[in-house]
Each structure stands twice: as structure tokens, then as C-alpha cells.
Nanobody
Framework: QVQLVESGGGLVQTGGSLRLSCAAS???????MAWFRQAPGKEREFVAA????????YYSDSLKGRFTFSKDDAKNTMYLQMNSLKPEDTAVYYC????????????????????WGQGTQVTVSS
């Protein structure tokens, strides 16, 4: 069982920045991992994912350039740096880890991930 705990959400003005953190239990250095978000009334949306095999990071095309994934294996923590925030970025942000490495075509699907944090609210005011 992998436990994930997000932090770092909050209220920010348009154009501002936030860095989300996700602390994970277990053998972090073996995990693939991802960030998703969900706005009210909408489906869970892919934000970014990291694959250990090849150390490759995937981004949502619509968010690439503003959002940056990083991790610190020594701290068992992944991060999501969010810059130039917009009101449409308002959502609950979740980190996630799969039970096994997903195939490439599934990396962006929430169905590929089995362990989820409780979420952290990000609200961007206009």
C-alpha cells in the first residue's frame, strides 16, 4: 500500500505561482508517478507524469510551459511547480502512483493509477 499526502495548495491571484508537494510512503525510487486535477463538475484531468524507465516526463499539452514536474528521491517527494496561474487552473490537485508501470498510451489516463492522495485545493482568483 502506497500512501500519498499532498500539500501546498491555496488561494492565489491570476499570474501567481504555487508549488505543490506530494510525500509518498514506500519504495519511492521505484515509482512512476503523476499529477492530475479535477475541477467542479469536470472529469479528472491529466497534468504531468514521470516514468522511471528512461526518466521521462510527460505533460498535458495545454499546461506544458507553465507547469513543471520534479521530484526528490531523498525526500520521497514529488512536486508540481505552477506558474502564470489562471482562474481555469482552479481545481483539486491529486498525486498518483500506479501499481505497475503503465503502457505509454495509458500514462495520461487516471485509470492507470491505483494510489491517490487526498487532494489539495488550488483556487486562482481573477
Amino acid at each position: 500500500q502506497v500512501q500519498l499526502v499532498e500539500s501546498g495548495g491555496g488561494l492565489v491571484q491570476t499570474g501567481g505561482s504555487l508549488r505543490l508537494s506530494c510525500a509518498a510512503s514506500g519504495n519511492f525510487r521505484n515509482y512512476d508517478m503523476a499529477w492530475f486535477r479535477q475541477a467542479p463538475g469536470k472529469e479528472r484531468e491529466f497534468v504531468a507524469a514521470f516514468r522511471r524507465n528512461g526518466s521521462y516526463t510527460y505533460y498535458s499539452d495545454s499546461l506544458k510551459g507553465r507547469f513543471t514536474f520534479s521530484k526528490d528521491d531523498a525526500k520521497n517527494t514529488m512536486y508540481l511547480q505552477m506558474n502564470s496561474l489562471k482562474p481555469e487552473d482552479t481545481a483539486v490537485y491529486y498525486c498518483a502512483v500506479p501499481r505497475s508501470r503503465p503502457i505509454t498510451s495509458m500514462v495520461r489516463s487516471p485509470n492507470a493509477y491505483h494510489y491517490w492522495g487526498q487532494g489539495t485545493q488550488v483556487t486562482v482568483s481573477s
